[in-house]
C-alpha cells in the first residue's frame, strides 16, 4: 500500500482541558498525537485553554507513567503568556476596564505549590467576577473580569494583558479575541493543521479562519438527540453539537468515527465532501502481545471499563452478571474500573460482593484486559467505543449493546462478540451465560477473530486515512482560494464569470487536481 506523509507544517490538537481522570476523547487525541508522531515523526501541540494552575505537572505525570509520547507537548494557553511576549494588538484603557485586586478581594486563591497563579473575586453564588492571573515571579500577567456594566453583577468584559513588570499592553472584550491572537502567535504564518477534539471549543475553532491554518473537528461521540430531548424540540441533533453540525462547511474537514454516524448524519444534514470517516487508533506498543490461548485467562472474569455516569449505564452490566449467576448456575465475576457520579447509587445494587467490585478510576485500566474473558458495554450512545478495539486486540470478547454508534460496525454475533438488543438486560445475562457454556476451541477462535478484527485499527493504518483527508483539505482551501481570487478579478475588471458548471464531474476534479500540482503535496 503506498504511504502517505503527513502534509508539512505544524501539527495541532485543540482540547479545552486535560482532567485528571480523563476519558474516551481525551484518550484518544492523546493516541492519535502519538502515532503521528511514530508513524511519521510530526510533532504535536496539543492545546489547551483552561485555567487550571498545574498543567505542567498534568504533562509530566502523563509522560511519567507513559501517557504522552516524546514527540507531544501540552501547552496551555496561560503558561504560554507567562513565557512569552504576545506581539500586536492595542490598549485601551478607556474602554476596557482595568482593577487589579488585591489579596484581599480574592474569594479563591489557586497555587502551584507555594505559588499564587490566580486570584478570582466571587459573587454570593460563587460565580466569578474577576480572576487575575500571575507569572511565576508573582508579577499580574492577565486580568478577566466579567462585571464591568455594574459591579458585582455578571456582565460585561473586561480582558487586560501585563508584560514582564505588571503593567497594562492589550485589552479585548471578549476572551475569543485573545484566543485567536494566541493561535496568530503559534502558527506565525507559517502552514498549520488543528485537530480539534473537544466539543466545547469547537464553537471558537468554527469563527478561526485563517488561509495558512486547516482546522478539522473529530465528532467523539453520538450526534443523536435523546428521545426526551426531541420530544421538547423535535430537533434531531442534541444541542450541544447542533451550531457545529449545522455550519460544517466552516470546518476544512469533520470526522465522524463509524460509517454508520455518517451515514445518519447526512440523512439529516446532506452530503459534505469533507466529512470523513477517521476511526480512532489503537496503538501497538512495543510491550503489547497478541492474545495466545496459552495466555492465563479466567473465562469466568469480566470487566467493565467506563465513566460511572448515567450515560453508560453501568447498573446494567451489574444487573445482567447477577442475574446471570443467580439463574443459570455459573460464577461470573465482573471487575468494573472507573469513576463518577453514580458509583454510590452502583454501590447500592450489588447484592454479592464477592462477584462484583468497583476499582474506582485506574489511568491503567486496560492492562487488566488480557487477563478477563469477556468485557460489557451498556452504553446509551457512543461515537465509536474504542475500549472495544482495545479489548478486542487482548482477546477479551466484547458483549455490548447495539447502540449507535459502534459496536455493531466491529462486533460479527457469535464470530468475535457478542451483540445484544440496547437495553436489555436479560439478553445481556444470556449472552454471558452462552459464552461461558461455549466448548474451550470455539472461545478459541472467537478471540483470535476478535484480535483480527482489531488489526485493522492499527496507528499506521489511521494515520494514513488523516494524511490523506488533511491533504485533500488543504487542496480544496487552495481552489476555493483561488475560485475566489478569480471572483474578485472579474467583478474588478467587470468581465463576466464563467457560467457555473452543474455537474460534479471534470470540471471540479480538474481544478482540484491543478491545485494539488501547484501545491505539490498530494502523493
Known sequence: MTRIALPDGRHFAVTWSIPDAFGGMTDA???????????????VDVLTFDTRPDTPDVELALRERGALAPGVRITNLYDWLRRHPLPGGSLRLDRDAF????????????????????????????????????????????????????????????VVLCDGEGRPVRSWRRLWTLYRAWLDALTAGEASFMIVDSKT??????E?????????????????????????????????????????????????????????????????????????????????APARDSSPRDPARGVVLAALTRRKRVSHAIAAVQAANARAGVDVRLDVYGDGESRPALQRRITDPAA??????????????????????????????????????????????????????????????????????DALAAAIERLQRMSPRRVARMRAAAVRTASRFDEERVTRIWARELRHAEVRKEVRRTARFGRARAAASRLPLPRPVRTAGVTVVSAIDRAARRLGRVG
Request: aromatic share 4%.
Open 29 to 43: 487525541m492523546l493516541r492519535r498525537s502519538a502515532a503521528f508522531h511514530r508513524v511519521d515523526g510530526v510533532d
Open 99 to 158: 482593577t487589579p485586586l488585591a489579596p484581599d478581594d480574592a474569594g479563591e486563591v489557586r497555587q502551584r505549590g507555594d505559588r499564587v497563579m490566580s486570584r478570582s473575586r466571587l459573587d454570593a453564588d460563587g460565580n466569578a467576577l474577576q480572576t487575575d492571573h500571575y507569572r511565576d515571579d508573582g508579577t499580574l500577567l492577565l486580568s478577566d473580569r466579567h462585571d464591568t456594566s455594574e459591579r458585582g453583577v455578571l456582565g460585561g468584559r473586561s
Open 201 to 206: 471549543m469547537a464553537p471558537f475553532m468554527l
Open 208 to 288: 478561526y479562519r485563517r488561509a495558512h491554518v486547516v482546522t478539522a473537528h473529530v465528532v467523539h461521540a453520538s450526534h443523536r438527540a435523546t428521545a426526551s430531548a426531541m420530544a421538547s424540540d423535535a430537533h434531531p441533533i442534541r444541542l450541544s453539537r447542533r451550531d457545529v453540525l449545522e455550519r460544517l462547511d466552516d470546518f476544512d474537514v469533520v470526522a465522524v468515527l463509524s460509517r454508520r454516524q455518517r451515514d445518519d448524519l447526512e440523512q439529516i444534514i446532506g452530503r459534505h465532501d469533507h466529512l470523513a470517516v477517521i476511526p480512532n487508533p489503537r496503538p501497538l506498543a512495543p510491550d503489547d
Open 356 to 425: 462484583i467490585e468497583l476499582h474506582g478510576f485506574d489511568p491503567d485500566a486496560r492492562r487488566h484486559l488480557p487477563d478477563a474473558s469477556f468485557l460489557l458495554l451498556t452504553s446509551h450512545s457512543e461515537g465509536f467505543p474504542l475500549v472495544l478495539v482495545e479489548a478486542m486486540a487482548a482477546g477479551c470478547l466484547p458483549i455490548a449493546y447495539d447502540i449507535p454508534y459502534g459496536p455493531a460496525d466491529l462486533i460479527r454475533d457469535g464470530r468475535n462478540g457478542f451483540l445484544v438488543p440496547p437495553g436489555d438486560i
